[in-house]
């Protein structure tokens, strides 16, 4: 009896100590909840920060004279991002507007400065009597921040196509199978010059304005690689005063490369643009062109008759190339730079263009603003 009786206090001891461990199983899920928790109030605290923030910011804009509307407007994506959701967004301000449909803005909370941003059409644009309508199969953009402002921002978009108004005596429709724009602070001229370096690749861009000019109804297809110097103090103002003040600047577009192809005919340059007293673009650019007797046919073509523009045009390419035929070397073969025939330097003067020594006839670049 005396050795039963102890072993059922023995036994009780155990299950005594017994208790602390099983209290150790659950600590972990006791922990997780915990952290969940405490995650959840600081995720909670971070989305409230950054409403703030924007309704900060969205003040001083319309304190500024631009006014930004955000319909529906809705912060989620708990736990690890926070998603800034538009049913639509309104811009507007003395000179212009636009709307534009759903938008979903990314950021992850790890990451702060790095966004990315999701819009669907319709997008519609009003500048003075101007006016614009888009839509577009998908639109992404991204932007990569940075202490001192950004490292990178692009923008892609597929499948655009819509009018302008107003530009001429009939609405130009556009279309464009695929469009991609980078931009990033230029090496060793950011910090001084505000130069930012923009590149720009278009794709099967129909735009039948053009196709008089060229003779043929193939889509475009364009790159552009060029600085744009004192980009950065380029903002949300009104256009006229943000171009005054970065003409002012010494603001100016450096291209490295712009090139242009429509079936037979290409064009590429290189040069310098800026903004003249009178607001006019002015500058000059080096050009090498393909089929150029083609082009230039077809233009004088449309004012004297299609046979003697064609006449014309073979002389006048012949003496824009400096009268000799391309030799072995220059000789078609592959790459962009077959074909392509130096021309005489184009200048951007007084509102006029002006080829070599020649001016061409009826061109005068109107002031911007």
Request: glycine letters at 12%; one cysteine or more; a neutral charge.
């Amino acid at each position: 009896m005396a050795s039963n009786a102890g072993e059922e206090r023995s036994s009780g001891a155990v299950a005594a100590k017994g208790g602390p461990s099983r209290i150790g199983l659950f600590l972990p899920f006791i922990l997780l909840s915990l952290l969940v928790v405490l995650w959840s109030v600081a995720w909670l605290w971070i989305r409230g920060r950054a409403s703030d923030e924007m309704d900060a910011w969205l003040a001083r804009e319309a304190n500024a004279g631009r006014t930004w509307t955000c319909a529906d407007r809705s912060v989620t994506g708990y736990p690890f991002r926070l998603e800034l959701r538009c049913a639509s967004l309104a811009f507007s301000r003395a000179d212009s507007s636009f709307t534009l449909g759903p938008l979903t803005a990314v950021v992850q909370v790890y990451q702060p400065r790095h966004g990315l941003l999701q819009v669907a059409g319709p997008f519609h644009v009003k500048q003075g009597d101007l006016s614009a309508d888009a839509t577009w199969t998908d639109l992404e953009a991204s932007f990569h921040g940075a202490s001192d402002g950004f490292s990178r921002a692009s923008l892609v978009v597929n499948g655009a196509k819509g009018q302008i108004r107003n530009a001429g005596p009939q609405p130009i429709d556009f279309s464009g199978n695929h469009l991609e724009a980078h931009a990033r602070p230029t090496p060793g001229r950011f910090a001084s010059g505000g130069a930012v370096d923009v590149s720009l690749r278009l794709t099967k861009a129909l735009i039948p304005p053009l196709d008089p000019l060229t003779g043929n109804a193939d889509p475009l297809d364009l790159a552009l690689d060029a600085t744009i110097d004192q980009a950065a103090g380029l903002r949300t103002g009104e256009v006229a005063r943000e171009l005054e003040e970065w003409r002012q600047a010494g603001g100016r577009l450096d291209i490295a490369l712009l090139s242009l192809a429509k079936g037979d005919s290409r064009l590429q340059a290189n040069g310098r643009i800026g903004l003249d007293d009178d607001h006019r673009p002015a500058g000059e650019l080096d050009l090498r062109a393909a089929n150029l007797e083609a082009m230039v046919s077809q233009v004088l073509g449309q004012r004297i008759g299609a046979e003697r523009g064609a006449m014309v045009g073979k002389l006048l390419g012949q003496i824009l190339a400096g009268g000799r035929r391309p030799s072995s070397v220059e000789a078609p073969n592959s790459g962009a730079e077959a074909g392509l025939k130096p021309l005489p330097q184009l200048r951007l003067t007084d509102g006029r263009l002006v080829l070599g020594p020649f001016p061409v006839p009826n061109v005068v670049l109107p002031s911007l603003y």
